[in-house]
């Protein structure tokens, strides 16, 4: 079986869209079950930081309609933990777990790392607390990360050091260091997530990465990284 956790912690809107069409993609392309898809966003709806529930909600900018995605609880630590539990009751060791991260990220220049900014007041979520969370979970196959925040690959080290999967993918948006970016073309989106997104139906993780840092779609002020352990887990898919 395949499970996934969505979440965003201090949302703007474009963070709630990428929610959504990583939400559709999974269902629509992927054949995912709805019912194994955890959300997790702001306040526990679809509104967003300095938004008005009418500037957040309504129809979804990818093609008109209504968003599909429930919120399941907010984007907070504690959220996260109780989704990470809810998953890892079900979870056998054949199964996959996707989680993709968005919304904003921070980064004091302290030895603590990079961390989530989450709902509410800008609470941080750290590095070393979502590797300590990460590592609760059983065992399984695969264990596929998308992180879209600012400093997003300074996480990569702490993924691969808690997770419990056989194989484990990680991309993200940007290096430890460095901030992510809005899409040049359409400002209702992160661009490095957006692109990753749309280019994982029908192909591997890694092809997906290879497709969302192709130069004429890439915003150059992005700086995409990724890892695998093994690194036969490239090769994994989110496919059934």
């Known amino acids: 079986m395949r499970h996934a956790i ?16 990583c939400y559709r ?41 209504d968003y599909r995605m429930v919120v399941g609880a907010e984007g907070n630590r504690r959220s996260f933990q109780q989704a990470l539990r809810a998953v890892g009751a079900r979870l056998h060791p054949d199964d996959q777990l996707f989680i993709n991260i968005t ?3 921070g ?17 941080r979520y750290r590095r070393d607390e979502f590797r300590a ?13 998308l992180m879209a925040q600012c400093f997003s690959g300074g ?24 901030q992510s970016f809005v899409s040049f073309h359409d400002g209702n989106w992160d661009s490095f997530q957006r692109n990753w997104i749309a280019g994982i139906a029908g192909h591997t993780v890694h092809e997906a990465f290879q497709y969302a840092t ?10 995409p990284q990724f890892a695998a352990r093994p690194t036969c887990a490239t090769e994994a898919t989110l496919m059934d």
């Open 214 to 223: 192709r130069p004429d779609i890439v915003n150059p002020y992005d700086s």
């Open 6 to 21: 969505l979440f965003s912690g201090m949302s703007f809107k474009r963070h709630v869209n990428g929610l959504e069409f």
């Open 133 to 145: 969370d990460l590592g609760l979970l059983p065992e399984h196959r695969s264990l596929v990360v």
């Open 25 to 65: 993609t999974l269902v629509d392309q992927l054949g995912f079950a709805a019912d194994a898809i955890h959300v997790l966003n702001y306040d526990g709806s679809l509104r967003c930081f300095g938004g008005t529930e009418e500037e957040a909600v309504g129809v979804w900018p990818g093609d008109g309609t």
């Open 103 to 105: 919304g904003h990220g």
């Open 155 to 178: 996480f990569i080290p702490a993924v691969l050091a808690a997770s419990p999967a056989r194989q484990t993918y990680i991309a993200t948006a940007t290096t430890e260091k460095l």
């Open 107 to 123: 980064h004091r220049g302290d030895e603590d790392g990079p961390d989530l900014l989450t709902y509410p007041y800008c609470r």
